[in-house]
């Protein structure tokens, strides 16, 4: 076999093995993957009222839904925020429904931060502030956030001193994703988990997963979703790992000076112009 055939098997050997992982990545996706989650949910207005009717145990009407969508920070470095899914219902309320897997990213401090973002694009120049809609901010957590088995957490701001609702129509929900009750609820965290339309309760949930898991159609666009991810996060850590390892070149060449000419760290970060947001780090890795 010629060389460059050799090449070639091999490369194929490597794209089959390559694509093997994304379809199993792809088979073991649930709702509580934000990729599969804001593909489900985008423009699908029956199935985000549907979670949110089981949430609120309200007969809310949406009227708009959109995943993934990016609300931009108006300060020049301020930190921008990508939605999972953004509802508005009928009476121009707006809802934020994140899935989350990790305690990080349910962060009570961030569910604080996505409810002021969504806030402040609602009102235009010279508008009252009474005409401020009420917001929501639903973490569909797949742990329980605070250990205490209930299925929905609900945490609006009160009066202290009587123990009072503010009424300041800023909400926010945490939905247990450990819950296991029989009731809708439980159905619900149920359907979140499940692998196969097969397995779930609610058919407005189950035909998306559908489309997007068991059709060809739809898993192309999931498994090139997943490609892309993972070709993002391949490059985020060769970045990360060239910055590791200018840093730590940098720490060994201050060490080395300073050992050698027995000049001050100052000194030393003077002769080697290194600048003042790398004397920081340098400075704590010198710490340790």
Request: with cysteine; charged share 30%; proline share 1%.
């Amino acid at each position: 076999m010629a060389k460059d055939e050799i090449i070639v098997d091999d490369s194929n050997h490597i794209e089959q093995q390559n694509k093997a992982k994304v379809n199993q990545i792809v088979d073991d996706l649930t709702l509580f993957d934000d990729d599969l989650m804001s593909l489900v949910f985008d423009r699908n207005i029956p199935a985000t009222q549907l979670v949110l009717r089981i949430i609120f145990n309200r007969n809310i009407e949406v009227i708009s839904v959109e995943g993934q969508e990016e609300l931009k920070n108006p300060l020049v470095g301020g930190r921008d925020i990508t939605l999972d899914v953004h509802a508005i219902d009928v009476d121009g309320e707006e809802i934020d429904i994140e899935v989350q897997g990790d305690s990080e990213g349910a962060h009570v401090r961030r569910a604080r931060f996505h409810s002021a973002m969504v806030d402040s694009r609602m009102l235009k120049e010279r508008d009252k502030f009474k005409i401020l809609k009420d917001s929501y901010v639903v973490f569909i957590y797949k742990h329980d956030k605070f250990r205490k088995g209930y299925p929905i957490y609900r945490a609006d701001r009160i009066v202290l001193e009587t123990g009072e609702s503010l009424n300041d129509g800023s909400h926010i929900i945490y939905v247990n994703g450990m819950y296991k009750g029989n009731d809708a609820i439980g159905k619900l965290i149920q359907d979140f988990h499940a692998k196969s339309s097969k397995d779930m309760h609610y058919e407005e949930l189950a035909a998306g997963v559908h489309h997007f898991k068991e059709t060809e159609e739809g898993r192309d666009i999931v498994c090139e979703s997943v490609k892309k991810y993972a070709e993002q996060y391949a490059e985020a850590e060769s970045i990360k790992s060239a910055e590791m390892s200018r840093i730590n070149t940098l720490v060994q060449s201050v060490k080395m000076l300073m050992k050698n000419t027995s000049v001050t760290l100052d000194q030393a970060f003077s002769n080697l112009g290194i600048s003042d947001s790398d004397r920081t780090i340098i400075s704590k890795q010198l710490q340790k």
